[in-house]
């Protein structure tokens, strides 16, 4: 009844580019960029690689450790850098920067070397073409739209609205994401929708865990209880049109099973039907079960 949307990966097409460098007095834009990637060349996260792309000559970093949910640190050259959303690592002296770059709808990284702020890096990840349709269907259907994004909110914003999504919870922890969709679970049946490491927490705590693409991190996998291989989100909507249909089937079955018993006993003990009219009209009924519960394999297009 419910479906809480990651947006990075799953809403998004998956293919960041960096699109802005906003660098601090007497930092280039070469430098910014390079420290960033440095660090960031092992993350599995999304926008790690948009930053590693601008940057294919980066130099090589040590003692490099991702924080889920919030970035990551290592040292390049001898310097300490720490690479991470807003609210990890503070922009400082370039905030106005960087609610600008927010505004138009950027993901931003700010790069922090030896604790002083040096740059804010804008990235944007495209919203899918399917999106404002999966959306208007699933509302169709009766089912609740949420975004759940570690995102910054006037850029979780921006994109809900061109996706027509109301409910936008922005700038959360993968602990964060966990406990609102238990939240949701709660109260309604609801589907959390996924792709990546940051999701798994949320995943394994709702109703109905679903990661989308086999190119999903190993993580969502394993703790989502659905897994597409495809990428086109219109999966979601016909998939819950499916079950709820193999489920009305299901129910049809029930019922007519438990009919044919009750109607049947009554008239077997009573004498008015014989052992073998009993046992015929028994195993007629198992395949008309049988022939009804084959129509859930049928996937209507």
Known sequence: RAVALDKTGTLTRNEPAVVDLQPAAGVTHDDLV??????????????????????????????????????VTGLVDGLRVRV??????????LSGQADAMA???????????????C??????????????????????????VSMLTGDNTRTARALAGIAGI?????????????????????????????DGINDAPALAGATVGIAMGATGSDAAIESADVAFTGRDLRLIPK?????????????QNIVLSLAIIIVLMPLAISGVLGLAAVVLVHEVAEVIVILNGLRAAQAKR
């Open 34 to 71: 390079a420290w960033a990637a440095a660090v960031e060349a092992t993350s599995t996260h999304p926008l790690a690689a948009a930053v590693v792309a601008a940057s294919p000559d980066h130099p090589a970093a040590s003692d490099v450790h991702e924080h889920a949910g919030h970035g």
């Open 84 to 93: 991470g959303s807003p609210r990890w690592v503070a922009p400082h002296d």
């Open 103 to 117: 505004s138009q709808g950027m993901s931003l990284i700010v790069v922090e070397v030896n604790d002083q702020a």
């Open 119 to 144: 740059g804010v890096i804008g990235v944007r990840d495209e919203l899918r073409p399917e999106v404002p349709e999966v959306v208007r269907t699933l509302r169709a259907q009766g089912v609740e």
């Open 166 to 194: 109301d409910d936008v919870r922005a700038e959360l922890r993968p602990e964060d994401k966990a406990s609102i969709v238990a939240e949701f679970s709660s109260k309604t049946p609801t589907a959390m929708i996924g």
């Open 239 to 251: 998939a819950l049109q499916h079950a709820r249909r193999g489920s009305r089937i299901i129910n």
